[in-house]
């Protein structure tokens, strides 16, 4: 499976404290944890001796405590401690399962595989981040994605925030790719009677879309007033195959609109997006065929084409 060689989201950065995590990737239980020094651990969520569960357990300085019979593990899965035999030297059979972690751009980050890329990279974006969720949704991760790169639907789903039906048309506009074959648009014109939190009219708004990566989107919008643009990122996590976690990053040069105000116009608008994007069947993202395709949707289409060439299996069909 090519998504085991990816980097996913697993939890905001500051969501992991003293206590296990337990969480869901590509069907798979994990435990995330952080060690003595604070450095995140992430490992199968299922003690080698009798399958219980290490999220159950507790955090022992650098090591992961089980809850069944109290054997603990260090950071890299290695078993340090058999209290019930406490002479006994647990060999390298008795290892619990670990895999790779790490923090970037306020979330903790893991791959089950040995990660072919990077974590999506982000450049010249406003400093100031917010990043909210985790939102757990009912549909395959992809359809989020293509829901975040679709713009048609924001005359009807986003009626009065992202778009009016009297300007429902999709202009012309023309999608690229990136060296490595990641769908993109440097530019793309539409009209919002309220693109951003702070504002207070209509107005148009210049669109640049890319993909970072089968399961992660960027949207930057730049108001034709001059006025600072917003950044957006897309995170999704694949639960399963038809279920999956999203997180969303805010890059602004806003500073004088309140956390709580630019949190509640976000909420807002996944808000709307939500019950739309579970009611569609089937769950997956049809690559292959079998939903039909107008030219407003051209970057869904090349989002598509991308994820079967990528070789990506899970939340498509």
């Not at 337990?22 to 009798?50: F, K, N």
């Not at 116009?265 to 579970?278: A, M, W």
Request: with cysteine; proline share 7%; glycine share 8%.
């Amino acid at each position: 499976m090519m998504e085991m060689q990816l980097w996913h989201p697993l939890s905001r950065d500051d969501h992991l404290a003293e206590a296990p995590l337990a969480l869901t990737l590509l069907g798979r239980s994990l435990v995330l944890w952080r060690d003595a020094s604070g450095q995140p651990v992430l490992m199968r969520d299922q003690c080698p001796h009798r399958g219980a569960q290490l999220s159950m357990g507790r955090v022992q300085g650098d090591s992961i405590e089980c809850p069944y019979h109290g054997w603990r593990f260090d950071p890299q899965g290695a078993c340090v401690g058999t209290p019930a035999v406490p002479g006994f030297k647990p060999p390298a059979s008795h290892r619990a399962c670990a895999y790779q972690v790490m923090e970037r751009h306020g979330l903790l980050w893991g791959t089950l595989g040995d990660a072919v890329t990077e974590a999506p990279v982000l450049r010249g974006l406003a400093e100031r981040r917010l990043v909210y969720g985790p939102f757990d949704v009912a549909v395959a991760a992809p359809r989020v994605v293509e829901n975040f790169l679709d713009t048609a639907h924001f005359a009807y789903v986003h009626r009065g925030w992202l778009g009016e039906t009297s300007h429902a048309e999709v202009p012309d506009h023309e999608v690229t790719h990136t060296a490595d074959g990641r769908p993109l648009i440097e530019r793309y014109k539409a009209w919002q009677p309220r693109a951003t939190a702070a504002a207070a009219e209509g107005g148009w708004v210049t669109y640049r879309y890319e993909v970072l990566s089968p399961y992660c989107a960027l949207l930057t919008k730049q108001p034709d007033d001059g006025s600072p643009g917003d950044s957006f990122t897309m995170w999704t996590s694949p639960l399963d195959a038809e279920s999956c976690r999203v997180w969303m990053g805010q890059y602004t040069a806003d500073t004088s609109t309140t956390e709580e105000q630019l949190r509640e116009f976000q909420l807002t608008i996944f808000g709307q997006d939500k019950p739309v994007l579970e009611s569609q069947r089937p769950k997956r993202l049809p690559i292959s065929g079998g939903e039909v395709h107008s030219a407003a949707d051209r970057l869904s289409a090349a989002y598509r084409r991308y994820l079967k060439n990528s070789g990506v299996t899970c939340g498509v069909c």
